[in-house]
């Protein structure tokens, strides 16, 4: 049983005795609670005590973006190593997810066109021996 369904259950049979105490209406219960989370929470933050004031010019180049092209593009040059192809293909696919949209579409083998193996004299030959001379 967790510690907090204990908590519940013994305020459950605390509340009449509450009541007796002198604590009256349906928010009684929870207001020792409330008062220690305010309590904790460390006061009221908007107040303007302690704040130290920081420049926009500090404020701005902290914020400002920082291109790292030529820090990447020296760090990509630098490494000449070019993995295996099969290699690049496992580590694809342990990181494709195992959904049907994450896999990559099926190769469908080009068909061949239909055409017959025998050939117009085989037929000729056959049409004799069949029909005979006419």
Known sequence: MSASLLRRGLELLEA?????????????AGAARRRKRAAR????????????????IEEYHK????????ANLQ????????????????????NRGRKSKDQPPKKVAKKKPEGTVFT?????????EYFGRP
Do not use: C, I, W
């Open 16 to 28: 009449p005795a509450g009541l007796q105490r002198g604590r009256d209406g349906p928010g009684a």
């Open 41 to 56: 929470t460390g006061g009221n933050k908007a107040t303007v005590k302690g704040r130290v004031v920081k420049s926009a």
């Open 63 to 70: 914020k400002k973006a920082v291109n790292h092209l030529r």
């Open 75 to 94: 760090y990509m040059l630098k490494g000449r190593f070019v993995a295996n192809k099969a290699v690049t293909e496992q580590v694809l696919a342990q």
């Open 120 to 128: 117009e004299e085989d037929f000729r030959k056959f049409e004799r």
